[in-house]
């Protein structure tokens, strides 16, 4: 799901070390699940412990983090918190896709499918509060911030980029940040060169940075114009959005009636000659991202990771390497002796 105007957003490719130094709030969620859908065996089956309880998550968490703090980059975490009402017609869609998937992996699974299994079997993945629960226990032993969102953690994140100077951009690969008014959009924040798509493929990947002000530079439209457009091409609260209107289109319509109000009109009128009509609330939906629900009462406290807690949790709980996990850490540990002795130079 997810707002879907890939094709007409301008991006700039960036390296890793353009973000060195950099305060980055995280959509904690949509990383998750990234983790729990592409970590898994051939057949699909997700990491384990020797207890049965899926891993990737934690793994993902892990490696890819203690990289990107090795980058010299500062992570905020930023999870979700009550969805608003309106995202239920998302969750049904998704539901109604992994029911399918579901059928579609015992099928393959009879036949003995493996790629087939892989496939479907990344459509089925599920984060669960357990997992939420593991996954801030583990940031926290990594010294990471983890701020709780009251409810969207994109909307929470882009307020938090948005207000606070200290805080460079959002982290994520959907696109809702921008109708939230984050200033800026960091996608693919991996040390990874290549991706597996939902349908097994592998395609290249580098870190692409999104800049708001250019988003309207360039498509020629305000941030009101914006939002109109991303309600009319679908969003998470409606899902589809105008049967009909892609991103183009929409773009073309928000050009030229400029006002929410008038951009609406206009469809709605289309609509009806058509003989039919908005199946949405298009005025709930703009509220939603023009006043998100988000709050300014959050602590961001930066600390030092701690060995015996990440021994504990992936080690001593989910069988990790304690020797990949000990040569993680010592990593850090170097990075951040090296950074201390650079800021010291500085000084003479």
């Not at 309106?86 to 493996?114: D, F, M, P």
């Not at 679908?234 to 959005?241: K, L, Q, R, S």
């Amino acid at each position: 799901m997810g707002l879907q105007i890939s094709e007409i957003v301008p991006r700039q490719e960036i390296s890793l070390q353009d973000l060195k130094g950099k305060i980055i709030a995280v959509d904690a969620f949509n990383t998750i699940y990234q983790f729990l859908s592409t970590i898994r065996q051939p057949d699909g089956t997700p990491l384990m412990d020797s207890k049965h309880r899926i891993t990737s998550h934690l793994s993902g968490l892990f490696y890819r983090t203690t990289n990107l703090l090795s980058q010299g980059m500062k992570l905020i975490f930023v999870f979700d918190g009550m969805p608003p009402e309106e995202k239920g017609l998302t969750h049904e869609a998704r539901q109604s896709v992994k029911n399918e998937a579901q059928i579609k992996y015992e099928h393959a699974k009879e036949e003995g499918n493996t790629e087939a299994m892989g496939k479907y079997a990344r459509q089925l993945t599920k984060l669960t509060s357990e997992m939420v629960d593991e996954s801030k226990e583990l940031l926290h032993a990594l010294g990471i911030p983890v701020v709780q969102a009251p409810s969207e953690g994109e909307a929470q994140a882009s307020f938090m980029c948005h207000t606070n100077e200290m805080i460079y951009t959002v982290a994520s690969q959907d696109y809702d940040s921008l109708l939230f008014s984050s200033p800026r959009l960091v996608q693919n924040l991996t040390l990874a060169r290549k991706r597996r798509t939902s349908a097994g493929n592998f395609v290249p990947v580098y870190p692409e940075l999104i800049e708001l002000e250019k988003v309207f530079n360039s498509l020629q439209i305000t941030h009101e114009q914006l939002i109109s457009l991303g309600i009319l091409v679908g969003t998470d609260y409606n899902p589809g959005g105008v049967k009909g209107i892609g991103p183009k289109k929409a773009l073309a319509l928000v050009r030229q009636y400029k006002q929410p109000t008038l951009i609406f009109s206009a469809v709605e009128k289309q609509l009806e000659e058509q003989g039919t009509g908005m199946e949405f609330d298009w005025q709930n939906i703009f509220e939603l991202f023009k006043k998100p629900d988000v709050t300014d009462n959050y602590e961001i406290k930066f600390s030092n990771a701690n060995i015996e807690e990440l021994s504990s949790i992936l080690v001593d709980k989910h069988d990790f390497s304690e020797e990949r996990i000990r040569s993680a850490f010592d990593k850090l540990e170097k990075i951040k002796e090296q950074q201390k002795q650079s800021d010291l130079k500085k000084w003479f």
